[in-house]
């Protein structure tokens, strides 16, 4: 029996005993004898009492949230979206994380620009109301932060799914395919690379391979149906499918072609992997392969033993989602389980299987199979390949151990 059944069989139980007259066991003051709840005996509010609809009052716990310690300041630091309490693939515009390295600006779009320049034929700068008038684009795509996980590559530290994979969102993205600005500019034979700046205080600046430009990239100005958030880029932003977060520069005000990478700070000092023998990776973009069970967690556990649906994300920077296997013995035995359409590129892929819980002690994890046959590594074969130094593009298998009394916690499996 499912815990939805043992519920509906005690509301069925206190309903009956509600019709023989007697009153409910803690009913409040709000709750006739009949039952009737509060909200249905009396009118609701009138249109126009939320002018931008906001969530239920009961789901206000359901929020961003930030690891004090993690930062110095709350202008260069993160929040982390709530990826136990969310359904589907979309993440809401309110709670995609936030990753900002000097605070987020409030950009009057009539005083934005975009200029592009360098190795093109015309130098032009763009209006906001220039980039809605070229033909548009909406696509569903993830956006990642490359220090997702990073706090867990020398063991297990946030005992929650929102602190240890929140560092990502997955949005309909709306704009215009930035091939179509550069046959606008026209690209001069030899550029190669192009240098995507943003307007922000940190003056955030990447080198993009032009391959990316004529392949998926995206300069974008709406998200989820609506214009761009502040906090993500309003009023224009570069969306590079698939490549780590701080590519996708926000605020977006300048691109340079050129014929070589720029080397900025954010791909020299910064967003680089230090592997063990000393050397360090660099432009290394692409988000393998990842997943993570979002229920159960340690923000959600278990209530009796019995059936349950546990669920979960995947998702790859190279395609497609093939595969989820998930495991409840810590990697001894798979099971594959459902992807739940849409199974879209670069995006987001919900899965789902069902499990019966015994009521003993089990270590879930779930290994993500992408379309180029990649396969989800172990933590072990991560830390194999790749030292201890490392910050960024940690993609291993997470371990939830669900103990008997129905609690999840983070742990790693040596
Ligand atoms: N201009 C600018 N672009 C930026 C950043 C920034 O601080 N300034 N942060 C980058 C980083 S590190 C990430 S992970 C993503 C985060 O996007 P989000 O805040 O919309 O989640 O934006 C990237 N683009
Ligand atoms: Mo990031």
């Known amino acids: 029996m499912t815990g939805r059944d043992n519920d509906r069989r005690k509301f069925l139980k206190l309903g009956a005993a509600a019709a023989g007259g007697a009153m409910l066991p803690g009913a409040s003051r709000g ?83 975009l200029m592009i320049h360098g190795m093109v034929d015309r130098n032009l700068v763009f209006t906001m109301d220039d980039i809605v008038r070229f033909p548009s684009e909406s696509r569903i795509y993830f956006v990642e932060c490359v220090a997702n996980g990073g706090m ?85 932003r570069l969306l590079v499918p698939g490549y780590e977060g701080n590519m996708n520069i926000k605020w977006l005000r300048r691109l340079e072609l050129g014929d070589r990478p720029w080397f900025t700070r954010e791909e020299t000092a910064r967003y680089t992997d230090l592997l063990p023998d000393g050397k360090a990776r660099q432009f290394s973009w692409l988000h393998d392969a990842k997943s993570v069970i979002t229920f159960p967690c340690p923000e959600r556990g278990l209530k009796d033993k019995g059936r349950y649906e546990i669920s979960g994300l995947a998702w790859t920077g190279r395609g497609r989602i093939d595969r989820v296997d998930v495991s409840a013995d810590g990697g001894v035995n798979w099971r594959r389980a459902r992807l739940t359409p849409p199974v879209l590129s670069k995006c987001l892929t919900r899965f789902n299987i069902d499990w019966t819980w015994d009521g003993g002690p089990a270590l879930l994890q779930s290994r993500a199979v992408d379309e180029t046959g990649y396969v989800q590594p172990s933590m072990a074969q991560l830390r194999a390949a790749r030292g201890v130094n490392s910050v960024y593009h940690n993609n291993s298998i997470q371990t939830w151990r669900v103990a008997p009394s129905g609690k999840a916690f983070n742990v790693q499996l040596t």
């Open 31 to 113: 709750t006739e004898a009949d039952g009737t709840p509060e909200w249905t005996r009396r009118m609701g509010k009138g249109v126009g009492s939320a002018p931008y609809g906001a969530p239920s009052k009961f789901e206000s716990d359901v929020v961003r949230r930030a690891v004090p310690w993690l930062t110095a300041s709350p202008e260069s630091s993160v929040s982390f979206t709530p990826l136990h309490a969310l359904h589907g693939i979309i993440t809401p515009n309110g709670l995609a994380f936030e990753r900002h390295h000097a605070g987020y600006p409030d950009i009057d779009p009539d005083r934005h620009r």
């Open 152 to 236: 867990e590559w020398r063991g297990a530290q946030m005992n929650g799914v929102q602190f240890t994979h929140g560092m990502i969102m997955c949005a309909e993205w709306t704009g215009v395919r930035l091939s179509t600005l550069l046959s606008e500019v026209g690209v001069k034979p030899g550029a190669r690379w192009i240098l995507a700046e943003g307007a922000d205080n940190a003056i955030m600046n990447r080198s993009v391979p032009i391959e990316k430009a004529f392949d998926d990239a995206l300069v974008v100005y709406a998200q989820n149906g609506e214009m761009l958030r502040p906090e993500q880029g309003y009023p224009l």
